[in-house]
C-alpha cells in the first residue's frame, strides 16, 4: 500500500493584535484594508516584517511588527493628528481673511495648517462686497482658496435737516449741520439720522 501524505503550509495561520492611542481607526496591514478597526485581532497573517497602518480622515500613524509563529503577537500603534494645508489666493491682496469669526487670521497666498474640521472663511475689504465659504478640511489635504471680492458702486449722497440747527448723522457719525454732502457713499445698506436739542431724535 502506497500512502502519500499531503502537508498544508501553516504559513497565513498567524495573528496580530493591533492597538492604538485612539479607538476605532481603520487598520491597513500591507497596504491592504482590513475592514478593521483598532483596536482590532488581525487573522491569518504569515510570520514574518509586517507593516501596520491605522487612521482616519485626522489622524495617521503607522509601525512595523515582527509577527512571530505560534505566540501571541501585539503591536501598539500611535497616530498623530494630521493638519490640513489652506492657502487663500484673494484678490486684491489687501483684503483682510479670516477664519471662524476670526479666530485665525490668514495672509494671502501664505500657506497655513489648519486641524480637520469645518472652517467658515471670510474675506473683506472697504469698498468691496465680502464674501464667505464654508469649508470641511481633512487631515493631509492641500487646499488652495481663491477669492476675487467685488467692487462696490459708488453714490453721492446730499441731506438737509429741518430745523436747520439739526446735527445730521450719517451711519452714526456727525457729518454736518443744516447740511451735508457725501460725494463718496458705497453701495448698501445705511443709516441716516438726526438729533436737535429740543427734539426727539430721528433715525
Not at 509601525?63 to 489666493?89: K, M, S, Y
Not at 497666498?109 to 469645518?118: A, E, I, M, R
Not at 435737516?161 to 448723522?169: A, D, E, F, T
Not at 450719517?170 to 445698506?189: C, I, K, R, S, Y
Amino acid at each position: 500500500m502506497f500512502l502519500h501524505l499531503v502537508l498544508f503550509s501553516s504559513a497565513l495561520a498567524e495573528e496580530l493584535q493591533v492597538s492604538s492611542n485612539v479607538r476605532g481607526l481603520s487598520i491597513v496591514v500591507n497596504g491592504e484594508d482590513t475592514g478593521l478597526k483598532t483596536p482590532a485581532t488581525v487573522r491569518g497573517l504569515s510570520a514574518g516584517t509586517t507593516v501596520i497602518q491605522v487612521g482616519d480622515s485626522c489622524r495617521a500613524g503607522s509601525a512595523v511588527a515582527e509577527v512571530r509563529a505560534g505566540v501571541a503577537n501585539q503591536v501598539q500603534v500611535r497616530a498623530e493628528e494630521q493638519l490640513a494645508t489652506l492657502t487663500v489666493a484673494v484678490k486684491p491682496a489687501q483684503a483682510v481673511v479670516d477664519v471662524n469669526g476670526g479666530k485665525v487670521t490668514l495672509s494671502p497666498n501664505v500657506p497655513v495648517g489648519l486641524p480637520c474640521g469645518t472652517y467658515e472663511v471670510t474675506a473683506a475689504l472697504k469698498g468691496y462686497s465680502p464674501v464667505s465659504y464654508s469649508l470641511e478640511l481633512i487631515g493631509g489635504q492641500q487646499l488652495e482658496l481663491p477669492i476675487e471680492l467685488e467692487r462696490l458702486g459708488v453714490s453721492t449722497v446730499e441731506m438737509s435737516v429741518s430745523p436747520r440747527s439739526g446735527v445730521i448723522l450719517f451711519d452714526g457719525v456727525e457729518v454736518g449741520q443744516d447740511a451735508a454732502a457725501l460725494p463718496t457713499v458705497f453701495e448698501g445698506m445705511h443709516t441716516l439720522g438726526a438729533v436737535a436739542k429740543g427734539y426727539n431724535d430721528l433715525s
